[in-house]
């Protein structure tokens, strides 16, 4: 299982710092996406880390402000978000799965991902 935080409200140009801890499970075995879904939207990738952290992917419209990474010491990955816009509201969810083939290919598999979060909210407000 795995377990989001870090969410809450900030204003545009801010900045919030999200965990996806992993519980009763060992987050190295698994290659890492964050998700989001904004109201009334599907649900879209947002970045992805490779088991060890060697590859990254972003979502063409949080590249350069988004960045995903991992300490597997702690269990832990992470997605930090800088100059957040409205836009950027949403639902965020981490997601993990055994297999990956690169690029952005666990977005498209994202019903088939292993283990997946609850979720927590971020606001950014308008």
């Known amino acids: 299982q795995l377990v989001e935080s870090g969410g809450g409200s900030v204003r545009p140009g801010g900045s919030l710092s999200l965990s996806c801890a992993a519980s009763?499970?060992?987050?190295?075995?698994?290659?890492i996406a964050w998700f989001r879904q904004a109201p009334g939207k599907e649900r879209e990738g947002v970045a992805i880390?490779?088991?060890?952290?060697?590859?990254?992917y972003y979502e063409d419209s949080v590249k350069g402000r988004f960045t995903i990474s991992r300490d597997d010491g702690k269990n832990t990955a992470y997605l930090q978000m800088n100059s957040l816009k409205p836009e950027d509201t949403g639902v965020y969810y981490c997601?993990?799965?055994?297999?990956?083939?690169?690029?952005?290919?666990?977005?498209?598999?994202?019903?088939?991902?292993?283990?997946w979060g609850q979720g927590t909210l971020a606001t950014v407000l308008s």
């Open positions: 997601a993990g799965d055994t297999f990956y083939r690169g690029g952005n290919d666990l977005f498209g598999r994202a019903e088939y991902l292993d283990v």
């Open positions: 009763g499970d060992v987050l190295s075995r698994y290659h």
């Open positions: 880390i490779s088991i060890g952290g060697g590859i990254t």
